[in-house]
C-alpha cells in the first residue's frame, strides 16, 4: 500500500497505519474532487467578452449539506479510533521494564532504575540519547522534561507522546523486530531542536541481559562486622 512508510515494528502499528490509509485515501478522493471541479469552473466560466458579471449570494442548502456531511465524516472516524485511542493511550497494559526519558535542550535522558528496580536508589543507570529495550516485551516509558515542550517520536514504532513540563506521561510500546531505530524530537524546542536525536535499541533477550550485565551498577556485598 503506502511503502514509503517506516517499517512498522510494534504491536499497534498495523492498526494505527489502518487509520492512516483510510484518512489518506478519503482526502486523496476529494482532492481529486476539488480539482475536478476547479478545472471545470475555470473552462466554464473562463474569460468572454459577451458574459455579463453577476453577484451569487450562494447556497445555504448546499452549504449545509457540505458541512454536515464532513462533520458526520469526522465524527465517524473519531468514534471508530477510540478503542484504539483508549488501547494506546489510556489502558497501559503493566510490564516490568520501566524507563524514564526526561527530554532537555537538547537531548534525552534515559534513566533505568538499576538491578533493583526501583528509581531513585544508588543503582540506577543513566545514559543519553540510548534507548536499549528486548524485543516482544511491554515496555513503560516515563516521559518528562526540565524545561519546555519536547517531543518522543519513534516513527518505526508508530509511538509519538509529548513531553511536559511540571507532569510525567507514561507510553508503552512492545517492538516485534531487533534493530536500530531513531528517536527524534517532533516538537520544535529551540535552535538545537535539529540536533536533539536519540536512538532505540531493540535486541533479544540474550543481548539485553548482557546489556544490563555489562553496564548496570550490581549490588556489592555488604561489609562483614
Partial sequence: MLDWLPANISTYGGEIDSFFY????????VFFLVTATL?????KYRYNE??????????????????SATFIAMIVLA?????????????IPPSEIQIRVSGKQFNWEVLYPGVDNIFGTDDDYQIDNNVHVPVNKVVNIILSSQDVIHSFFVPNL????DAIPGR?????FEATKTGKYEIPCAELCGF?????LGYLFVQTQEEYDEWKNSTWKQPQPEPEQ
Avoid at 478545472?39 to 473552462?43: A, D, N, P, S
Fill in 22 to 29: 483510510i484518512i489518506y485515501y478519503i482526502t486523496t478522493v
Fill in 39 to 43: 478545472l471545470y469552473f475555470l473552462i
Fill in 50 to 67: 459577451n458574459r455579463k458579471a453577476i453577484y451569487y449570494h450562494g447556497n445555504n442548502k448546499l452549504e449545509i449539506i457540505w458541512t
Fill in 79 to 91: 468514534l471508530a479510533t477510540k478503542p484504539l485511542w483508549s488501547k494506546i493511550k489510556q489502558d
Fill in 158 to 161: 508508530r509511538l509519538k507522546q
Fill in 168 to 172: 510525567e506521561i507514561t507510553a508503552w
Fill in 192 to 196: 538545537g531542536h535539529s540536533g536533539m
